[in-house]
């Protein structure tokens, strides 16, 4: 089983810092992408950051400059810090991992995992 946990979510006010992370654990035997994602009432999930294996990442136009993102391989754990927070940052924000399985039916098993998200709340 594989499993992703997120945590660092809350409240805080326009201008304040939070920072996620998400740890992925169960029959892991590697991961190429880990990402974050976030849907706000009435909207679609959207793409927050993502980094690879390799340590190429991407932003989306909206949090560049304010949002970092970074992993732990050895922990198997993506970060999201988050500065500079404004209100239209409140959304639900949840970790993707593609990855593969350990095992050899590994090809049989589901390619991405998400996490069950943790509620970011920004106070005007």
């Known amino acids: 089983q594989v499993q992703l946990v997120e945590s660092g979510g809350g409240l805080v006010q326009a201008g304040g810092s939070l920072r996620l992370a998400c740890a992925a654990s169960?029959?892991?035997?590697?991961?190429?992408?880990m990402g974050w994602y976030r849907q706000a009432p009435g909207k679609q999930r959207e793409l927050v950051a993502t980094?690879?294996?390799?340590?190429?990442?991407d932003y989306a136009d909206s949090v560049k400059g304010r949002f970092t993102i970074s992993r732990d391989n050895a922990k198997n754990t993506v970060y999201l810090q988050m500065n500079s927070l404004k209100p239209e940052d409140t959304a639900v924000y949840y970790c993707n991992a593609d990855l593969k399985v350990s095992g050899p039916n590994w090809y049989l098993h589901p390619h991405y995992y998400w996490g069950q998200g943790t509620q970011v709340t920004v106070s005007s």
């Open positions: 169960g029959n892991i035997f590697s991961i190429n992408v």
């Open positions: 980094i690879t294996s390799g340590d190429s990442i």
